[in-house]
Every structure is written in C-alpha cells, then in structure tokens.
C-alpha cells in the first residue's frame, strides 16, 4: 500500500483566496512525523510544516496550517490568502520513527491572478 | 547556518560513464539521504546514511551506491550510465531524532545522460 496518497495532481486557485490540498497517509507506527515540502519551478524542495503524531494542536507557520485528523489518517495543507509565489508543487511526506521519509506523488498549485 | 550545499549543480555525461555527486549537509546533521526526481518517476528515496553507515536503502540497482564520511558529507556514485538516469538528484539531510525530524533539501545536481 502506498505510504502517502495525494489524490490531486493539478489545482488551481484564485489570488488571495484559500487553498486546501489533499494528504492522507498509511501507518501502524503510533510515532511519526508529517511534512509538506514546496518544489518551485527552480527543484529545490522547501520545507513548510511539520505536525507530530502525538501533538494536539493543528501546526501553523504563517499563511500555512495543516489539518491534521489523526483517526482518518490525513494530514492536509491549508494554504490562506494564496499569492503568485505560491504557484509550485506540493509534497507531503511521512517519517516513521528511524526509518526513511515517504513521499507522495505531489500537487501541481496554480495560483491565477 | 549555512545550508545543504551540492555539487556539481549540473552534469552531462554519456552512456556507459559513472558520476559521483557530492553533499554536504547542514553543520549538526548527522543524517544525509538521497532521491532521484524525475518527470515519470516523481520523488524517489535512494538511501540514507547515518554515522557513515548506509540504514535504509530504495529499491534501485546496485550501480547506485554512495558513503559518508565521518564529518557527514556524503558523496553517491552511479556507475554504467544509462539514459533513464537523467535526473534531477536531491541530498537532504536531517539532525535525526526520530520522527519528528525535519529534512532539509539541497538544490540539486541536475545530471543528464547522452
């Protein structure tokens, strides 16, 4: 079974509006991470956020938040007030404690003017 | 703090040759692994090195092969280029505490093969 499942390939979104991508992911590990990563159009991959599987709160780093429901296994990325930079892809990727990260096949974001 | 550097950034090379890429991680980081991304394959987990031991490997043939050192560089080597190599080759590396642990990309060595 696939570790992470990302059901959207391609989304788009209007300036400023809010965006939500898909990220569910497949464990028995009661200790893991979850990340999302940003890949602009240059390769290099961009850490945004982190949420742990023992944190209580949804973790938040600026205009970025992730919706974090543990008993159906999905770790989604909020993205607020969405701007023209934030027009990449989008990895969300899981770590078990001391094994390899796993990543998902990616969203492509399109932010339109 | 400096971050994860890689080099060389780009490579062309032709069939049959072998490369070796080079990272150096974030200074504290003891853990260093390696993807292939490429457009049909998306991201794809080569290994991992920690302590300059190889702890998790991805199902790639054995001409992928890599090695740390003892101050956390790593270096991966193909051998026998093939042309579904080209790729864009990605070194991150993390502090390893477990799995809370953030991984942290470097550029890229973009390699294409003739």
């Known amino acids: 079974a696939q570790k992470i499942t990302q059901t959207q390939p391609g989304m788009f979104v209007q300036e400023k509006e809010a965006v939500t991508l898909d990220c569910t992911y497949d464990?028995?590990?009661?200790?893991?991470?979850l990340f999302w990563y940003k890949q602009p159009s240059s390769g290099e991959m961009i850490f945004l956020i982190y949420?742990?599987?023992?944190?209580?709160q949804n973790a938040t780093e600026g205009r970025y938040s992730l919706n974090f429901q543990k008993a159906r296994k999905s770790a989604n990325l909020v993205i607020s007030a969405s701007q023209l930079g934030d027009s990449a892809m989008y990895f969300c990727?899981?770590?078990?404690?001391?094994?390899?990260?796993?990543f998902g096949t990616g969203t492509s974001l399109t932010v339109i003017p | 703090k400096a971050g994860v550097t890689q080099t060389p950034r780009y490579l062309i090379k032709t069939r049959g040759q072998q490369v070796t890429l080079s990272c150096s991680p974030i200074s504290g980081h003891r853990s260093v692994s390696w993807y292939q991304q490429t457009p049909g394959q998306g991201l794809q987990f080569l290994f991992e090195y920690f302590s300059e031991t190889q702890r998790n490997k991805g199902n790639f043939p054995g001409r992928f092969s890599g090695r740390q050192f003892s101050n956390s560089r790593s270096e991966m080597n193909v051998s026998t280029l093939e042309l579904g190599d080209s790729a864009l080759y990605l070194c991150?590396?993390?502090?390893?505490?477990?799995?809370?642990?953030?991984?942290?990309f470097g550029p890229g060595t973009r390699l294409t093969v003739l």
């Open positions: 464990t028995s590990d009661p200790s893991y991470g």
């Open positions: 991150a590396s993390s502090l390893d505490r477990g799995g809370g642990d953030t991984q942290y």
């Open positions: 949420q742990g599987s023992y944190d209580q």
């Open positions: 990727a899981m770590r078990e404690y001391g094994n390899q990260f796993y």
